[in-house]
């Protein structure tokens, strides 16, 4: 099975940088994805790592560490719309074929 | 935005009811998911199929049946619904790893299901 833990809630002030962060077990890796869900609505795509290292999208960034099990979310420039819940997921091979598992989501809330 | 439709959006039903919800995408997508999302649970994967008439249980399956007779269709079913399956329900599609590794799952509107 798998094990995925982010944090509850956060805050932060706009034209701030955030770091929201993921732990996870899992015993068949295969990607880890961050979406972004605002409240009533459905969770949409902010970038996807399955190589050690840092993607970078714009004003989002995402870091993956394999061997710690361990990925990060950094929002910069932080903006009032960028009030959302942010969701870890983990992608493995269950059996031969693939699952995806989603974290608790951290809901940020960005503050004036 | 991916060709995913999920119906009813919202609905209300009573205890022991049967109830079925529809995901059809038009993607050709060959993996497709059910979740429900509560407060303080957040996306937890009921029953995914990786191919026509393939499924397999997600981490809370007890209650739910699925069926995948063609590519483009998921139901989920409730045989006989209980308050505690008062929930967002959300279909999600993705392509396979092999083929596309970097495509992420696609999420539907959602259903928003109350059982009284």
């Known amino acids: 099975g798998q094990n995925i833990d982010q944090p509850t809630e956060m805050t932060a002030t706009e034209g701030a940088i955030v770091q929201i962060n993921c732990t996870y077990q899992?015993?068949?890796?295969?990607?880890l994805f961050w979406y972004q869900q605002h409240a009533g609505e459905a969770p949409t795509f902010l970038s996807y790592?399955?190589?050690?290292g840092l993607e970078e999208k714009g004003r989002f960034s995402s870091f993956l560490s394999r061997s710690k099990g361990y990925s990060y979310l950094l929002l910069k420039e932080l903006q009032m719309k960028d009030s959302a819940s942010y969701l870890c997921?983990?992608?493995?091979?269950?059996?031969?074929?693939?699952?995806?598992?989603f974290g608790i989501g951290t809901k940020l809330q960005v503050i004036p | 935005d991916a060709g995913i439709t999920q119906s009813p959006r919202h609905k209300v039903t009573e205890t022991g009811t049967p109830v079925t919800l529809r995901c059809h995408q038009t993607?050709?997508?060959?993996?497709m998911y059910w979740y429900r999302q509560d407060p303080g649970h957040g996306l937890r994967l009921i029953h995914y199929?990786?191919?026509?008439?393939?499924?397999d249980k997600g981490e809370v399956s007890d209650g739910y049946s699925v069926s995948r007779s063609k590519t483009e269709d998921f139901l989920l079913t409730l045989e006989s619904a209980t308050s505690s399956q008062t929930s967002v329900y959300f279909c999600?599609?993705?392509?396979?790893?092999?083929?596309?590794?970097?495509?992420?799952?696609?999420f539907g509107d959602g259903t928003r299901l109350s059982i009284l």
């Open positions: 999600a599609i993705s392509d396979s790893a092999a083929r596309e590794p970097r495509q992420p799952q696609h």
């Open positions: 790592n399955v190589l050690d």
């Open positions: 899992t015993s068949g890796f295969n990607g």
């Open positions: 993607e050709n997508h060959r993996y």
């Open positions: 199929s990786y191919g026509v008439k393939d499924t």
């Open positions: 997921a983990v992608r493995d091979y269950s059996g031969g074929y693939q699952k995806v598992t």
